[in-house]
C-alpha cells in the first residue's frame, strides 16, 4: 500500500530536505512491505508487539494474534518464510509445525521469563520422577521442553484440555506457569501437580491496588490473563488469552475496562473498541514512578526497523535470523502440539477464533 506520505517522503528526500519522523516511519514501513514481498514472506504478529509493527502485519496479509492462532496461521499459510514478531518460542512453534519453512525472527535473543524458567534438563528430571502423569505444556516454553510433553496449551485451550484430561482420569504435571497452573487446576478440579515459574510482567500486578483502581472507576469491568497472580484473577469480570480479552473489550456491555495484560494489547483493543476507556491494571502503589508499566521487554525487542534489517542483508545475514531446529526435537515437539491443534479443531468453543476476521492466503484453520 502506497501512501501520500510516502510520495511527500521521496520528493523531500530528493530536494536533501531533512525527513521528518513521519515520513521517515513511512519510508521504513515502506521498505519492510517491498521486503516481505521480495522475499514470499508473511508477518505473523502477537499482540504485545509495538503497534506499527502489529498495522503493518495486518496491512500485509500478515496476522496479529495471540500464540495459538499464530500457530494456526504460520501452518496454514502458503508463504514459504514466516518473519516471526513475538517470542523464541512462537518462531520456534512456526518452525516445528512447518520445518519446510523458512522462520525467520527480527530478534534471536528476544525470549520469555517461562521459558528461561524452564530449563529442560530439570524439567526432564521432573517428568521422570512422576511417570504416572500426563505432561501438559504452556506454549511459553523452548522446543526441547516440548519435545519431552503429551500436550501443549495455550491460555486460550487450556481449560477444556486439562478438563478433558481430568474427565479421561488422567493426573497432570503441569509447567511453567505457576499461576495459570492454579488457575486451570481451581477451574477443572483436575489432579495437578506444578512447576514453578512465573511471567515477569504478570506476576507484577498487584491485588491490593488494583482493589483501590476499581473503588474509583466502580463503572470498569477487570479483563485479566491467567499468568496474573491469585489476587488478581479473583477481582476478573473475565479471564482469558490476549484474544479473549481483546474480544471481551468489544463485545461486552461496558464503557471502561481495567486491563491486566501487557501494553502492547492496548493498540488493538483501540482500534477494535474506539471510544471505549481503557486503563492499565497497577503494577505498583502510589508513589512509584511507574504504577502500571506492564510491557514484556523480550517483545519490545521487535520493531518495523528491526524487521527491515533482518530482511535487508545478504543471505547470510538473513541465515542469523532463521530458527534453526534439531529433526529430532522437531518430531519429538510436534506430537504435543499437533494434539492440542486437533484438539482445538474438534471441539467447538475450545479456543477463541481469530479476533478481527479472516486474512487472505490463508488455508483453513
Ligand atoms: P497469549 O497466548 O494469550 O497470546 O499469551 C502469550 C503470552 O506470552 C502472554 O504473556
Ligand atoms: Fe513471556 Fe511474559 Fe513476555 Fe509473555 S509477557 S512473552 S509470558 S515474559
Same mark, same amino acid.
Given at each position: ?151 501443549? $496449551?495455550?491460555?486460550?485451550?487450556? *481449560? ?6 481430568? #474427565?479421561? &482420569?488422567?493426573?497432570? !504435571?503441569? +509447567? %511453567? ?81 481495567? $486491563?491486566?495484560?501487557?501494553?502492547? *494489547? ?6 477494535? #473498541?474506539? &471510544?471505549?476507556?481503557? !486503563?492499565? +491494571? %497497577? ?83
Amino acid at each position: 500500500m502506497n501512501t501520500g506520505l510516502d510520495t511527500v517522503a521521496r520528493a523531500a528526500r530528493t530536494a536533501g530536505a531533512p525527513l521528518s519522523d513521519a515520513d521517515t516511519r513511512s519510508l521504513a514501513r515502506e521498505r519492510a512491505r517491498d521486503l516481505l514481498a521480495r522475499h514470499d514472506a508473511v508477518l505473523v504478529a502477537h499482540y504485545y508487539v509495538d503497534g506499527e509493527l502489529q498495522d503493518l502485519a495486518l496491512e500485509t496479509g500478515g496476522c496479529v494474534a495471540d500464540s495459538l492462532e499464530m500457530a494456526r496461521f504460520g501452518r496454514s499459510h502458503l508463504a514459504r518464510t514466516l518473519v516471526v514478531a513475538g517470542v523464541r518460542f512462537m518462531g520456534e512453534t512456526a518452525k516445528i509445525l512447518s520445518p519446510e519453512k523458512r522462520v525467520l525472527m527480527p530478534d534471536l535473543e528476544a525470549t520469555c521469563s517461562l521459558d528461561i524458567g524452564c530449563p529442560p534438563d530439570r524439567f526432564a528430571r521432573f517428568c521422570d520422577e512422576h511417570p504416572d502423569r500426563t505432561v501438559v505444556v504452556y506454549a511459553n516454553t523452548s522446543a526441547a521442553v516440548k519435545a519431552r510433553a503429551d500436550w501443549m $496449551v495455550t491460555s486460550s485451550c487450556a *481449560l477444556p484440555i486439562v478438563a478433558d484430561l481430568k #474427565a479421561r &482420569g488422567e493426573k497432570v !504435571l503441569w +509447567a %511453567p506457569d505457576r499461576h495459570l497452573g492454579r488457575y486451570v487446576q481451581q477451574q477443572t478440579g483436575a489432579d495437578m501437580l506444578l512447576w514453578d515459574a512465573t511471567c515477569v510482567v504478570h506476576d507484577e500486578f498487584k491485588g491490593i491496588e488494583l482493589e483501590l483502581m476499581r473503588k474509583e472507576h466502580p463503572r470498569a469491568r477487570v479483563l485479566v490473563h491467567p499468568e496474573s497472580p491469585e489476587s488478581v484473577i479473583r477481582q476478573a469480570d473475565r479471564v482469558g488469552s490476549t484474544t479473549q480479552l481483546l474480544r471481551a473489550v468489544s463485545e461486552m456491555d461496558a464503557d471502561e475496562f481495567i $486491563v491486566a495484560t501487557d501494553a502492547g *494489547l492496548f493498540h488493538r483493543m483501540r482500534q477494535m #473498541a474506539p &471510544g471505549k476507556t481503557l !486503563l492499565e +491494571a %497497577p503494577t505498583a502503589g502510589a508513589g512509584a514512578t511507574c504504577k502500571s508499566c506492564a510491557h514484556c521487554p523480550w517483545m519490545a525487542m521487535n520493531s518495523v526497523d528491526r524487521l527491515v534489517q533482518c530482511l535487508s542483508g545478504d543471505a547470510r545475514t538473513i541465515a542469523a535470523h532463521a530458527i534453526e531446529l534439531d529433526p529430532r526435537v522437531i518430531r519429538d515437539a510436534r506430537t504435543c502440539i499437533e494434539r492440542m491443534l486437533d484438539f482445538v479443531a474438534q471441539t467447538p468453543g475450545a479456543a477463541a477464533s481469530p479476533a478481527g476476521g479472516f486474512v487472505p492466503n490463508l488455508g483453513a484453520a
